[in-house]
Each structure stands twice: as C-alpha cells, then as structure tokens.
C-alpha cells in the first residue's frame, strides 16, 4: 500500500485554529474516545471482529473511525488504534479482555530492558499509517482527523504493571530504586514515539495527541525527572523530523491525566494545546497559563452525561463562560464511558455549537 497525499480540501478547521491560537467561528468539541463502546453500532461490530483485528485492518478501523461523525456534529475524527500497540510492537503481547481492559500476561522486568528493540517498530505500526491515509480520504475534508500515541511514562506503567493498576506501584518502584533501567526504557520509548509520529503525520494525521494518562500517579519531582525531558524530545524531534521530510508541521496536544501539579511546566515543552482534567477549576488554567501561547482542551467530568439533559447543558455552559478569554477546544476531562448516554453526547456537543462564542 502506498501513500496517497493528494488530500481532499478540510471544510472544518476549528480544531486546527484553535489549536493555532486562531480565532474559529465555533468552538470545536471532539470527545476522547468518540469511537467506543457506548457505541451501540461499534458493540455490533465488536461482535464480529476482535479489538486488534479493528486496529489492524485498515477498513474497519476507518469505519469505527467514521461512526460517531455519523451521529453527532463533532469537530474532529480520532484514528480506531489504542496506545498499547508500541508495547506490541516491541514484542509484548496484549490482550484485550472484555470487562477488564488490557493484560500483557508477560509483564516487562529489569533484565528484559536490554532486550528491547526499537528498530522496526515503526515498520510493524505501518498498518496504523494505512488506517489513516484511508479515513484522511473517506473523510472527504469533511473534518480533520486526530493521530495519537501514548507517553513514554504511561506506556512503562502498563509494560511494567501488566495492565491497569491502582497505584502503578510496581513501575513508580522502577522510577525510585532502578533509575537507570527507567531512563533507558524512557529513551527507547520516546524514540519509538517519535518515529510513530511522523509516521502517522506522513500518512495524513493533521493533528496529534500525546496520551500521558497515568501522569496523576506522579509528582512534580518524578514528573521532572521521568517525563517532562521525554516530552519535550517529543515535540522538538517530531518538527525537527517533519522538517527534514519536508512535511508540514502540525499542532500537537499533551494530555496529562491528573498533572494538574505541573501545568506551567507543561506549558514550557513546545505543544500547542494542552489536555485538562475535571479536577481543574478554569480560573486556575488561566491564572497558571497566562500570557503563554497555549490552547487548552477539557475538561467536562464525563459522569456529567448522566445528569439531566438541562442540568448538563448548564454544565457545560458554565465550563465555556468559566474559560471564555483562553484559546480553547471542548472536550471532556477523560474518555468517555462505555454506559454514556447517547442523547447526553448531543447535547453536550449541540450546547458547545450554540454558546455564543
Ligand atoms: C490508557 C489508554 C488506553 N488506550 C487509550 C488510552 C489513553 C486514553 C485514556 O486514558 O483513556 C487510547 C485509546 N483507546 C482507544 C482509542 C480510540 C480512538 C477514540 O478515542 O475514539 C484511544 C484514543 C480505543 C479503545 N481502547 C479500548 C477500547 C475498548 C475495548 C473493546 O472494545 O473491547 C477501545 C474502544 C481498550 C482499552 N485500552 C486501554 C484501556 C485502559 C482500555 C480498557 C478500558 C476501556 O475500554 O476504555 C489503554
């Protein structure tokens, strides 16, 4: 399969002006995790075809992709893929189990760092560039479509937990008494994710997002030390690559779950847009954030789509008043939850297009 280039014209660039710091007509919304199981035309498909078998087949991962633009006026498409692919690419295996979540049955330990290979990752993660130079086209211009990858920290939480966690204690041990099997893991990590990028952004991604998701289990002293050079390696190498392919540049998004302890930081490492949780009050962003060039995008408490239709579309209302003045795309503070409501995901985004903008 070859890469088609020949993009048709984007009809919707709110998102991209956002994350520009240009001012867009509307605010754009776009939800983490729109192609998911609250879903009922993705549960069918799931019926049919196992998770990775979605990720790696280049038309069903379109199709997932493309589902909720069908039902809802949302800003942006996010490619049908998970983070977890790199740790696959490196030789993990992942399972993905209905009602728990991902499993490595074979968790990474300390001799196994050396083992590691980052040549050829990004080759095996082609099939992922293929996903999205199929959905660039499919989606006619219609809106831009989101690339992404996990962080360095989080995906060494999962390699070293085996899954999901409580306390990611078992990695966070990692980052106190082997810093230096940390670091090397980190690095290795980190120059995957910069290939994975450029990849995608290669293949048509016109925007993508960094998913520091376990970033809440740490602190500003391991934040410093274990992730914010990573990231910020990230974002220069990614422009600096782009650069050397004569690609465009493109806007990039750090989502750090629960970082709220080093927002300003955060504004330091070369992204545009910055992803905020619900925990986060609007007026202390501003405060943090001021006078720098960021675009935030948040930060709606996904439990808020099980309350009442008018009670939710005075949420909403109030989140968008609270970060009138700061260049902003909505979203929700986390992904959405499988047993979301349907009906509450339009008005969430129907209560965004009509605020007075
Ligand atoms: C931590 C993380 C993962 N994956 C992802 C993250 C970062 C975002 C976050 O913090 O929520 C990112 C992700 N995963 C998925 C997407 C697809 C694009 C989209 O946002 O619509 C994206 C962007 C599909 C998925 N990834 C997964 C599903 C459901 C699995 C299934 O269909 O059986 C989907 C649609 C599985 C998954 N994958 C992962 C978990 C913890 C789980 C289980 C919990 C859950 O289901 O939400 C790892």
């Known amino acids: 399969m070859s890469i088609n280039r020949n993009f048709p014209a984007l009809k919707n660039e709110r998102l991209l002006k956002a994350a520009r710091g240009e001012k867009p007509d509307k605010l754009p919304i776009w939800i983490m995790r729109q192609a998911g199981r609250y879903l ?32 809802f006026d949302l800003d942006a498409a996010i490619i049908f893929s998970d983070i977890l692919v790199i740790p696959q690419a490196l030789g993990m295996e992942v399972e993905m189990r209905p009602g728990v979540g991902p499993v490595l049955p074979e968790p990474l330990t300390l001799q196994h760092v050396e083992k590691l290979k980052a040549e050829g990752a990004v080759k095996k993660l082609e099939y992922v560039g293929h996903a999205i130079n199929l959905t660039r086209h499919k989606l006619e211009g219609k809106v831009p479509l989101i690339g992404f990858t996990g962080a360095p920290w989080t995906l060494m939480a999962y390699m070293i937990e085996g899954g ?11 980052l106190y008494a082997s810093k230096e099997e940390s670091h090397k893991l980190l690095g290795l990590l980190t120059d995957v994710i910069v290939d994975y990028l450029v990849m995608q952004i290669e293949y048509g991604a016109q925007i993508v997002q960094v998913f520091d998701s376990n970033a ?8 410093s030390e274990f992730c914010l050079p990573y990231l910020k390696r990230i974002s220069s190498e ?16 750090l989502f750090a779950k629960g970082g709220w302890y080093c927002l300003e930081e955060q504004a330091d490492l070369g992204y ?35 309350a009442s239709n008018s009670d939710l579309k005075m949420f909403v ?41």
Not at 47 to 66: D, G, R
Not at 326 to 347: C, E, F, M
């Open 164 to 174: 999901g966690s409580k306390t990611y204690s078992k990695a966070k041990k990692w």
């Open 272 to 306: 545009e847009v910055l992803g905020v949780d619900w925990t986060i009050e609007p007026s202390y962003v501003k405060k943090i954030l001021n006078n720098k060039n960021i675009t935030i995008q948040g930060n709606l408490d996904p439990t808020a789509l099980y």
């Open 40 to 71: 009922p035309e993705f549960q069918e498909y799931r019926k049919q075809h196992s998770f990775f078998e979605i990720c790696q087949n280049p038309e069903y991962a379109c199709e997932v992709t493309l589902m909720p633009l069908r039902r």
């Open 216 to 223: 809440e289990y740490l602190n500003k002293y391991l934040y």
């Open 317 to 357: 209302e109030k989140m968008l008043e609270e970060f009138e003045g700061q260049r902003y795309i909505v979203n929700l503070g986390h992904g959405i939850y499988p047993d979301a409501p349907i009906d509450s995901v339009k008005t969430f985004v129907d209560a965004v297009h009509n605020f007075k903008a």
């Open 238 to 253: 990614v422009r600096e690559k782009l650069k050397a392919k004569s690609l465009e540049e493109v806007p990039m998004i």
